[in-house]
């Protein structure tokens, strides 16, 4: 370069980092040398160092960005010490050849090529580098959700519970078998089939079951079988893709039956059922070609409750719901009694646990509803029996509630299982607690924000004035499932509820007492606490054993309805086709006349909220209430501590 016949010094550049150069100066006169200096050697410094400042992760991509340094020719990324891309000059660069979960090693390479130095050109030197590292892992990738609803309170197996002596009919099995008259359980005409009597079977009944089904199963029933594994198929063609099959007992009620053919405790009646939904699985795997071919898959994970879903197949999880978890009555057991016993039963394949039914236990206390029979029920499950000290209630209406409130809290023992629990990702069902023992169960969930399930409620909000228990969940308890990214699925329990007008639409008409009209309310109520109808996922809940269906809108029952507003043949589903009437034996099934006279007409009675007036839209959360359970599931598990 010339520096001009005045300047005694000049900046030499472009020079790299790390570089050695020789310099020297001559003079010219009139464009002659005149003479020059000796060359001066000059070594650079090495280039500054630089770091990657942000790493971001994705299922399938992640975006580099580093410091920027001194000028370098390019830069060069390598993932595992391959290279995978030329940034050039720019500081950011994203690769988009990874995998979702996986681990990865990260180095940009900051490259100073050799530099023109005069008349002999570019020297033949390695380039100069300076590298800068970083470790990150992907996501996991985002599966598409899944479409379809979850009935979250089911009991398939009921017929192993109180005894063998409640329930008839079973699950699985040649129909002819397993829908047999009812005589063997409940005797000729029904005439021992006390408890049915008193729950409000009426007294005495046709036990006719398979062929004609002249005796049930029936809308109303309480302890005929409603879920056969032909009607649970036809629920899940109809939409059903998720379902929590929990295992039930009341000793009290086995107590009551000189004849039994299985055991009266808990825990023994409890592991008939798990049993049980595994043969299931089994036969139906045999019955469509061969292990894992069967539509009704047992799920132990959320991951593959996603996939079996996704695969076309009915995802089941399994539950308990008892009143003595693990034998774990008033005062009984301690913490290492619930450690081993958690251990063996998820082991078993348990993921759903309620940890407090229909008495107080070694956990808690249990939502009273004013009945009286529950509080001998609690009494009878405890030290002392019956003539032991009973349930203490309290005034509880500052509170919301219009019934008293046990005093009964959670107990130190129920503060372990529940955090026993929530180690282990499995679901926390709120169900059946006591005020007391649901507000510390939240308080302890919200320390985590570990979800919950309220798996088969109603709501203060639409209670008849008076009949509110702290059984059904206050706004209150519903913000803090919502928050916690838990779930609530509506019971069809209910005979009545207020009308109730949600804030994205007018009120359906509540004209028929213990129909979808009914249903109508409360489901409408919960969506709109839970997100409204384009964010909540909202279930359903059967809960077969000693509970009624939802009664039909036609008839006797319920004059006044619209013709026009019928349930046409064949069903029409959301994204399933049509289902012709459901048919047994030589009975076929009308929903428009007999309701929800089994599991299998769930697609009816979900037609049948919409011909009286709920728009797709408004459906939208109970079909989302699968995916729902499913990233409930996800959360919970997401929580557990890494050891």
């Known amino acids: ?207 006719g079951g398979y062929p004609d089904f002249a005796g049930w199963p029936h809308w109303n029933t309480l302890n005929h079988q409603q879920m056969y594994s032909d009607w649970i198929h036809r629920a899940y063609q109809g939409g059903l893709r998720l379902m929590v099959a929990l295992a039930v007992n009341n000793s009290l009620l086995c107590s009551l039956f000189i004849e039994k053919s299985a055991p009266c405790d808990d825990m023994s009646a409890a592991d008939l059922q798990i049993q049980a939904a595994k043969s299931m699985e089994a036969v139906i795997d045999l019955q469509s070609g061969g292990p894992g071919r069967g539509w009704f898959r047992i799920a132990y994970t959320p991951e593959q409750a996603r996939q079996i879903i996704s695969n076309g197949k009915l995802a089941v999880v399994l539950g308990i719901e008892v009143d003595k978890l693990f034998g774990c009555g008033k005062g009984e057991c301690d913490a290492n009694t619930v450690n081993t016993q958690l251990d063996i039963y998820y082991g078993k394949g348990v993921r759903h646990l309620f940890p407090v039914h229909l008495a107080d236990n070694a956990f808690g206390g249990f939502a009273l509803t004013g009945s009286t029979l529950f509080k001998l029920n609690s009494s009878a499950a405890n030290p002392g029996g019956l003539t032991g000290p009973g349930v203490a209630d309290e005034d509880c209406s500052a509170s919301g509630f219009a019934k008293t409130c046990n005093t009964q809290g959670l107990t130190q023992l129920g503060a372990h299982l529940i955090t026993s629990m929530m180690n282990k990702g499995m679901i926390i069902d709120i169900d059946h607690m006591g005020m007391h023992t649901t507000d510390t169960v939240l308080a302890l969930t919200k320390l985590r924000h570990y979800p919950v399930l309220s798996g088969h409620t109603g709501f203060v909000g639409t209670a008849l004035d008076g009949h509110s228990s702290e059984r059904e969940k206050s706004d209150g308890w519903l913000a803090a499932i919502d928050s916690a990214g838990g779930m609530v699925s509506v019971g069809m329990s209910a005979e009545a509820a207020k009308t109730y007008t949600p804030s994205w639409r007018g009120a359906v008409a509540n004209t028929c007492p213990g129909t979808t009209r009914t249903m109508a309310q409360s489901y ?38 619209i013709p026009a507003t019928k349930v046409a043949y064949p069903v029409a589903t959301r994204a399933w086709g049509t289902l012709p009437a459901s048919q047994a034996g030589t009975r076929t099934f009308d929903y428009n006349t007999e309701g929800l006279a089994h599991f299998g007409l769930l697609p009816e009675l979900v037609q049948d909220l919409k011909n009286i007036g709920l728009t797709n839209r408004d459906l939208d959360p109970l079909f989302r209430s699968a995916e729902g359970y499913i990233r409930m599931w996800e959360r919970a598990v997401a929580s557990v501590p890494v050891p």
């Open 1 to 207: 370069m010339t520096a001009g016949a005045a300047t005694l010094e000049q900046t030499v550049t472009p020079l790299q980092p790390g570089r050695t150069y020789f310099v020297s100066v001559a003079a010219f006169y009139r464009d002659s040398a005149a003479g020059s200096a000796d060359a001066v050697e000059v070594t650079m410094p090495p280039p500054p160092p630089f770091t990657i400042a942000s790493v971001n992760p994705s299922a399938n991509a992640v975006a580099l960005s580093w410091n920027e340094t001194l000028r370098p020719t390019r830069y060069v990324v390598f993932r595992d010490n391959a290279e995978v891309g030329d940034a050039g000059v720019n500081r950011s660069y994203q690769d988009n050849g990874v995998k979702p979960n996986s681990s990865y090693n990260y180095r940009i390479d900051a490259v100073y090529d050799a530099v023109y130095t005069g008349e002999k050109g570019y020297k033949t030197v390695p380039p100069v580098i300076v590298s800068a590292t970083a470790t990150t892992t992907t996501t996991k990738a985002t599966p598409p959700p899944v479409v379809g609803f979850a009935d979250t309170h089911t009991h398939p197996f009921a017929n192993l519970a109180a005894g063998g002596r409640l329930l008839s009919g079973e699950a699985f099995g040649p129909i002819e078998a397993a829908l047999a008259p009812c005589d063997k359980v409940h005797g000729p005409l029904g005439g021992l089939d006390v408890i049915g009597s008193a729950y409000g079977e009426r007294a005495g009944h046709k036990t």
């Open 524 to 561: 409408l109520y919960a969506v709109d606490k839970m997100g409204g109808p384009d964010k909540a996922a909202v279930g359903l809940a059967t809960d077969q054993f000693l509970t009624k269906f939802a009664a039909p809108r036609f008839g006797p029952h319920c004059p006044g309805e």
